[in-house]
């Protein structure tokens, strides 16, 4: 189970995930998996507008206590990296052992009703607590041309990947 | 200035905007104006690696107290909206009046140093505290086509546009 976050919780994911070495690394390499977050009462009418927009940012809480070093090594193995054993600055990986374990993933929504996010694409367990829902813009949100995307630009990355299956 | 957040800073923004109301709204807007992460000493290692990336997303804390609401109203005016003055749920809106005032900025990389990430495209205050500078991926970033993007789709966006300019 996650720690509760110093911030308020808007939802919930249920996910079908239990297990982190278990779970895709990136929602974007899931894109079959479905999801749902559901809204605490308190927050469903900021939802008002959202099904208007076909992906939105999902900003999560994905500490976990007792299960990794606390504070995090600034430099660490990612789970794509694991094959290689190469160590990254935590700021140049995506991973969840960080300073501030606020996940970003980018969800295809599929459906917005009075109390509940349904969305594909899944690389958070379930019961994590939820910051944030953001809607994704094209106009913000995509930079122009193929950008240069560091060590994610010399590995391959298989839909599907988890922690676990990367060895 | 901002309150401080509930969570650790890794760095603080510096840039050339002192007032929200003549700050762009968003950085792909402000594309010609440059900023700087001035980053802790305790977390500098972090940044190993960052310079392969052309882009990255910087999560901030915006909150900033006595200057609105609190807790935010749950449907709001975006600034974008400000000329029709319409409603929107603020999980269906980027503004910086939410439930947990987290930032979410695409900056374009310019110089990775030992102490600080100086960027292009800015949106932030001076002195914004910084949670999070995570890479830009494309892979997981960017949604196959072009998606639907609810309200943005009707509107036309200008670049430089401040709240105040938007009325």
């Known amino acids: 189970m996650a720690s509760a976050p110093p911030l308020p919780v808007i939802g919930i994911v249920r996910s079908d995930y239990s297990e982190t070495e278990h779970t895709p690394v990136q929602s974007s390499l899931n894109r ?37 070093e606390d504070p995090p090594a600034l430099r660490q193995v990612p789970f794509l990296l694991r094959p290689q054993r190469r160590l990254i600055g935590i700021f140049a990986t995506r991973g969840p052992r960080r300073v501030n374990p606020i996940g970003l993933s980018l969800i295809r929504l599929t459906e917005v009703s009075g109390d509940a996010v349904r969305f594909a694409g899944v690389d958070v367990l379930d019961g994590t607590p939820v910051l944030d829902i953001k809607p994704y813009v094209t106009r913000f949100d995509r930079p122009p041309g193929e950008p240069r995307c560091g060590w994610f630009d010399e590995i391959t990355m298989a839909d599907g990947s988890t922690p676990a299956g990367l060895g």
């Open 32 to 68: 079959a998996a479905y999801g749902t977050v559901e809204i605490d009462a308190a927050y469903r009418d900021g939802l008002d507008g959202l099904d208007g927009f076909d992906y939105a940012w999902l900003l999560t809480w994905l500490h976990r206590p007792h299960r990794e």
